[in-house]
């Protein structure tokens, strides 16, 4: 069973520049959740896609968007960067079946600094 | 809205002893989910524990096991016979039950295990 992974581990971004990240879900699994971590901090809920759809927003600005594939792989996509969208951002892969009983898996982070 | 908070930030613990770190959350929802994640330095968070808020019986998981108290809204953890490899960052994490859930953190707590 292959776990979630994520990709860049990685990367280095100025201000006002655009990035993208990339996750791929845990075999079985058709729900993915972005997190971000700042330094010293809790994960923070970003968004969760649920069959390609998103199903549900944290407190992000419209300049986080997101994308579910039908591999239900995910990318993150984050425009106009700024100095504190410097994080570790966190995939989470589950599979939802409307039960609320799901897990969370998470794979090994992006780290992106923006200078 | 609910939140999870963990007042202490760091815990050190004797390799071999037992070491208990702390949770509580606010909810007004009677079906939810609590997890604790471990987060090492590799950044990879990794799930030790889950309870179901409807289960009256604390979840043990080997070495881990939960003091689940839902009239308190407490969830603790308890380490017995801590390991080196048990250095990490822990997170407590709360999940609400409707079919779409994302996790909402706590800040975590350090716990460092001496030798």
């Known amino acids: 069973e292959t776990g979630v992974t994520q990709s860049p581990t990685h990367l280095i971004k100025t201000r006002g520049q655009q990035v993208t990240l990339r996750c791929s879900s845990q075999?079985?699994?058709?729900?993915v959740s972005w997190y971000q971590q700042a330094l010293g901090q809790g994960p923070q809920f970003i968004f969760q896609y649920y069959r390609e759809e998103e199903n549900g927003r944290g407190n992000f600005p419209p300049r986080f968007s997101g994308l579910q594939f039908p591999n239900y792989s995910s990318e993150l996509n984050v425009n106009a960067l700024e100095l504190d969208d410097s994080a570790l951002y966190l995939c989470?892969?589950?599979?939802?079946?409307?039960?609320?009983?799901?897990?969370?898996?998470f794979g090994p982070g992006t780290r992106l600094l923006v200078l | 809205a609910q939140t999870v908070t963990q007042s202490q930030p760091e815990m050190s613990v004797q390799e071999a002893e037992t070491v208990t770190l702390s949770c509580t959350y606010d909810t007004s929802e009677s079906d939810y989910y609590l997890f604790w994640y471990k987060q090492p330095p590799s950044r990879q968070m990794i799930l030790v524990i889950r309870?179901?808020?409807?289960?009256?019986q604390n979840a043990t998981e080997n070495r881990f096991s939960v003091n689940f108290q839902k009239a308190a809204k407490s969830f603790s953890l308890k380490i017995s016979d801590s390991q080196l490899g048990d250095a990490a960052m822990y997170f407590c994490?709360?999940?609400?039950?409707?079919?779409?859930?994302?996790?909402?953190f706590g800040k975590g707590t350090k716990l460092s295990v001496k030798p």
């Open positions: 075999s079985g699994h058709n729900t």
């Open positions: 309870q179901e808020a409807y289960k009256q």
């Open positions: 994490a709360y999940r609400t039950g409707g079919s779409q859930g994302n996790l909402i």
């Open positions: 989470a892969s589950s599979n939802l079946r409307g039960l609320g009983q799901e897990t969370q898996y």
